[in-house]
């Protein structure tokens, strides 16, 4: 089976557990298993290691070393990979230990929260006694509730306003998560490729990817792993509900780790109709070059400079130049000018408009 393969399985399955100790032991066996014989083994500090270590760190935090051995048959790549599946496991760490934290501030908040309700009470007690301190405190408390509802207002509103940028926009947007799947897809991506706006599944995309442009975009997602900094722009086949291709051209950039996000984000339009331009526009032009190459009379076409850009071979016989004399000069350039052995000039009829030569009957 695939390395990267493995090792990506390997790391979604930890992602799945919810104990720091779990992840670390079974990613161990995953690594021994995956790179037999080498051995893997798990320390919290780098004393006394006199071996290369990997390191399960992140931005914020530090959670040991991997040390391995007999990893001397392993190839640079594979090494490379061995060490991005470490990273990523110390990622998954870090979101476990964010995800534990959050948890504990909620309990702690809700403790708190019942301890002020229950304090809140008393004091509702103590202001029906006080009938005038209590209209004080409640016009302020509607002053507050009153702020937070504009604030909220204005949230929303802003919320909207992005959300209307989104489903109108004309281009499409959809976020790839760890497992390679879509994770959502904006109403321009679905009308793009022939999905409906409700809850149908998006395709797998490397399914739906065209097969010869698939390795283009799988290398390109190795690069923002490998660099998440970069943002990249492609071109590439994608296929549409009802199985047409359609060329899109999308802006990759890594978003792991971001939190609300998660994901790779990919910006993309709808480019069919300008290959198909293009390539229209390459067919006309090598129809025209042929019509002129087998044209009878002389022609050559010429820039706004008037320099000669194109010439058929009746125009290098009657001008009696090589394609290399002619192409890059002017109408008044002096090669124009060609003399017959005898002394005499070719007469020769010529429309400079247009381009082309007629050489007179009886002419050298």
């Not at 476990?96 to 809140?120: A, D, G, P, V």
Request: charged share 30%; net charge negative.
């Amino acid at each position: 089976m695939n390395l990267a393969y493995d090792l990506f399985l390997l790391t979604f399955n930890l992602s799945q557990l919810h104990n720091r100790e779990k992840i670390i032991q079974l990613f161990i066996e995953g690594l021994q298993e995956i790179f037999k014989p080498s051995v893997f083994v798990y320390m919290k500090t780098s004393d006394r290691i006199e071996t290369e270590t990997f390191e399960l760190k992140t931005r914020y935090k530090h959670y040991g070393y991997i040390k391995p051995e007999l990893i001397s048959f392993l190839e640079n790549e594979q090494i490379v990979l061995l060490r991005n599946s470490v990273q990523m496991v110390a990622v998954i760490i870090d979101n476990l230990e964010y995800y534990n934290k959050i948890e504990n501030e909620k309990t702690e908040l809700q403790k708190f929260t019942e301890s002020k309700l229950i304090e809140l009470k008393g004091t509702v007690k103590e202001l029906e006694d006080a009938r005038s301190a209590s209209i004080n405190l409640i016009e302020d408390l509607n002053l507050e509730i009153e702020k937070r509802i504009d604030a909220e207002k204005s949230i929303s509103k802003t919320e909207n306003y992005f959300r209307f940028l989104i489903e109108k926009a004309p281009d499409g947007i959809v976020l790839i998560g760890v497992d390679g799947k879509i994770i959502y897809a904006s109403p321009s991506a679905r009308r793009i490729f022939g999905y409906s706006l409700d809850m149908e599944v998006m395709p797998d995309p490397n399914e739906s990817t065209y097969p010869d442009d698939l390795p283009k975009v799988l290398s390109t997602l190795n690069e923002l792993f490998k660099n998440p900094s970069l943002v990249l722009t492609i071109e590439y086949r994608f296929r549409k509900k009802n199985g047409t291709w359609n060329w899109i051209e999308s802006t990759f950039s890594n978003h792991f780790g971001e939190e609300g996000i998660n994901a790779i984000v990919i910006n993309f339009r709808d480019i069919s109709e300008r290959k198909k331009a293009e390539r229209e526009l390459k067919e006309s032009e090598e129809k025209f070059k042929q019509l002129v190459w087998d044209m009878q009379v002389g022609v050559t076409l010429q820039d706004h400079e008037s320099k000669i850009i194109l010439c058929n071979p009746m125009a290098l016989e009657l001008l009696g130049l090589s394609e290399n004399q002619l192409l890059g000069i002017s109408s008044f350039d002096p090669s124009w000018n060609i003399i017959h052995e005898d002394g005499s000039l070719p007469r020769i009829h010529s429309s400079c408009s247009k381009g082309n030569f007629i050489k007179e009957s009886g002419a050298k």
